[in-house]
């Protein structure tokens, strides 16, 4: 194993009482846009994303989350490989996961988006119920008005949110010269955060 990413995920891995065989620890090496359907371990590890995801990251925070550090061997492994490896993506999505929950603003933006977009629903509803009940036009009118101001300020919240969370991510991106690979934990859906 040349690759510290590998080593590291690997030794992480042992440390959980998981298995990471020579075959996927090879596997991790290889490219995102790697495709060969005969491969097996790169099917395995491809299943094994969130677990491999999860090591990198117990491991990160243990280390005391030196950003730098991981940014430069992340940046090194890539330089070395050519590009994207499916390790250095991995450990990618640890570095913006940590950027990310850093940012108490951008934590609060989306947890207040969030709340404003739940109140809204909830006043939308409480809306059409009264007006459905008989209440005066001017009480519905004026729920129906304070829910639309909390839904459209919860968009209004989200985006600025997304947008400083975008900006934060960015940091954690990588020389710009490597084409950014997306797909992987995140885009599968999996919230990791």
Known sequence: MGSELVSIASEELRRQRTFLSTDEAAALSRPVDYDDEEDLAVDRVRRRRLVLYAALRDRFIR??????????????????????????????QVLEWAVRTSD????????AAKTLRWAGMILLFLGVWSWYQGAAGAVVALVIVLALAALLGGRIAGNLAAERIELLAQRAEGPPGIARARGGVAEEGAELS
């Open 104 to 111: 108490r603003g951008a934590m609060l933006g989306s947890f």
């Open 63 to 92: 280390d005391g989350r030196p950003l730098e550090d991981w940014q430069a061997m992340v940046d090194r492994e890539e330089a070395a490989a050519g590009g994207r490896t499916i390790v250095s993506q991995l450990a990618r």
